[in-house]
C-alpha cells in the first residue's frame, strides 16, 4: 500500500470522510462524535493520510499534535471495500513511526465504547495501546473509550 501525505481534496478521500462522519454520527450522540471534518482536518497540527493501493482509496487515518510529545490518532477509516485486508493496521503502524521520528513520547486516542468499535479497540490493543483516563479536552463520557500508548 502506498501512503502519502493528503491534502483532503481528492473526491475518493472528501467521500471517505463524509461516510467516516456519517457512520460516527450513526453510532454516537452528537456530544458523543469526535470525529473531525474536512475543514478540521485540514488545520495546522494536524497530518493527514491517504492509503492507496493502485489508484483505489484503501483506508486513511491522521495525527494531530497536542504538544511536543503527545499526539492523538484520528480519522482512521478503512474503505468498505478494503476491510478486514490490513489497511488500518498499516496506516497505524505508519502514524506511529512517524510519531517517534517526531519525538513524541505517547500517542492517544479517543473511539466509541459501543459493540461496534469492538474491533478498531482489539487492534489498538493488540499494537499496546492501555485504557487511560480522557486526555487534552476530553471529559469522561460513557460513549468514549481513551486509549494511550508510550513511544
Known amino acids: ?3 502519502k501525505i493528503d491534502d483532503l481534496t481528492g473526491p475518493e478521500v472528501v467521500a471517505l470522510i ?28 494536524i497530518t493527514f493520510w491517504s492509503g492507496w493501493e493502485q489508484n483505489e482509496l484503501a483506508g486513511c487515518g491522521a495525527i494531530k499534535e497536542l504538544d511536543s510529545q503527545h499526539g492523538e490518532i484520528k480519522s ?9 485486508k490490513g489497511v488500518a493496521r498499516q496506516i497505524l503502524e505508519h502514524i506511529i513511526e ?8 505517547r500517542v492517544s486516542l ?16 493488540s499494537f499496546g495501546f492501555q485504557y487511560c483516563k480522557p486526555f487534552a479536552d476530553y471529559v469522561e463520557d460513557p460513549n468514549s473509550v481513551f486509549m494511550t500508548k508510550e513511544l
Open 98 to 105: 512517524e510519531a517517534k521520528r517526531r519525538g513524541y513520547q
Open 1 to 3: 500500500m502506498d501512503i
Open 18 to 45: 463524509r461516510e467516516h462522519l456519517q457512520h460516527m454520527a450513526s453510532l454516537s450522540p452528537p456530544e458523543s462524535t469526535h470525529a473531525l471534518n474536512l475543514d478540521k482536518l485540514k488545520q495546522p497540527g
Open 110 to 125: 479517543e473511539t466509541g465504547s459501543m459493540e461496534a468499535f469492538d474491533p478498531a479497540r482489539r487492534m489498538y490493543e
Open 76 to 84: 482512521m477509516r478503512t474503505s468498505s471495500s478494503h476491510l478486514r
